[in-house]
């Protein structure tokens, strides 16, 4: 069940949710969300050189690491004052300023979603990985993508996306635990 704009405030009252900081009432909510702001970094991913040959990342190797491979092939930058154009067909990694704490006894979880307002401009905030797990807590990363004709400008502290929360059917015998669990904004 999807939780309504009082019943997230009643949670986060509660502490059965926690986003710190606290979202603006005035401005975060609707009736079915909470929207989340975009943190000051990003990390860009370096472009390939077509002499460079095959270049390919294989997540079935061995010894492929996550952290490693990114490290490897981008580069962290803070978004300037004036904002940072993001070019149509380009990926960039965000954060949400927001952390986000969903403790596993809570029984509740969440989804990432777009603003409609960006995405009718051609911003997606998410690939395929919207759900935020019971028992997560961190700050959310975005996997932001240009697919509009035109650059987008993005600033620190605008709204970038927005998070509904769900009940879940029970409480998981085993909350988030994955390697993106406690991450940090870069």
């Known amino acids: 069940m999807i939780?309504?704009?009082?019943?997230i405030q009643i949670a986060l009252?509660?502490?059965?949710i926690t986003i710190n900081p606290a979202p603006k009432l005035d401005e975060a909510f609707s009736s079915t969300s909470v929207d989340l702001r975009l943190g000051e970094h990003l990390i860009l991913f370096r472009d390939t050189k077509p002499y460079l040959g095959n270049n390919a990342i294989d997540p079935t190797h061995p010894s492929y690491d996550y952290a490693t491979a990114l490290s490897e092939i981008s580069d962290r930058q803070s978004i300037p004052v004036d904002g940072f154009n993001l070019n149509p067909g380009k990926l960039i990694l965000g954060w949400?300023?927001?952390e986000i704490d969903l403790p596993i006894t809570s029984r509740v979880a969440a989804r990432v979603e777009g603003k409609s307002s960006l995405a009718r401009l051609g911003l997606c905030v998410h690939m395929t990985a919207p759900t935020i797990h019971a028992g997560f807590q961190g700050y959310?990363?975005?996997e932001i993508v240009n697919q509009g004709p035109r650059p987008i400008t993005l600033k620190a502290g605008m709204r970038i996306c927005q998070l509904i929360f769900e009940t879940t059917l029970g409480?998981?015998?085993?909350?988030y635990d994955g390697q993106f669990i406690g991450q940090a904004a870069v």
């Open 96 to 98: 949400t300023v927001e």
């Open 171 to 175: 409480t998981p015998s085993k909350g």
């Open 13 to 16: 009252q509660k502490g059965l």
């Open 140 to 142: 959310i990363q975005l």
């Open 3 to 7: 939780l309504t704009d009082r019943e």
